[in-house]
């Protein structure tokens, strides 16, 4: 069973950090690259960032490169989103993801979690 266990989301004024953990078990695949999409009600769920599998390489969507970090510690099976300089914008459901990627979209076939919910208060 493929579990994708998000944590560390919260209430974070804007200004403000916060760092996501992803535990990842039971993917079908090594070749599997973790990520994170987010989700507004209302809106479709769009890819934020991930890391490769393979070669480390990191990915991240234009609106968050210079404020987010990603980071996999292997041993762990765990990959982390540190996310600073948090704006109003950035609030949304945060789900930890797994499967291939094309550009910031996980392609058919991959799984995400339930996520976890960051809210920035201006």
């Known amino acids: 069973e493929v579990q994708l266990q998000a944590s560390g989301g919260g209430l974070v004024q804007a200004g403000g950090s916060l760092r996501l953990s992803c535990e990842a078990s039971?993917?079908?695949?090594?070749?599997?690259?973790i990520g994170w999409l987010r989700q507004v009600p209302g809106k479709e769920r769009e890819g934020v960032s991930w890391i490769g599998t393979s070669d480390g390489s990191t990915h991240y969507a234009d609106s968050v490169k210079g404020r987010f970090t990603i980071a996999s510690d292997n041993a762990k099976s765990t990959v982390y989103l540190q996310m600073n300089s948090l704006k109003p914008e950035d609030t949304a459901v945060y789900h930890c993801?797994?499967?291939?990627?094309?550009?910031?979209?996980?392609?058919?076939?991959?799984?995400w979690g339930q996520g976890t919910l960051v809210t920035v208060s201006s």
């Open positions: 993801a797994a499967g291939f990627w094309e550009g910031l979209h996980l392609r058919v076939g991959g799984y």
């Open positions: 039971g993917l079908p695949s090594d070749d599997y690259s």
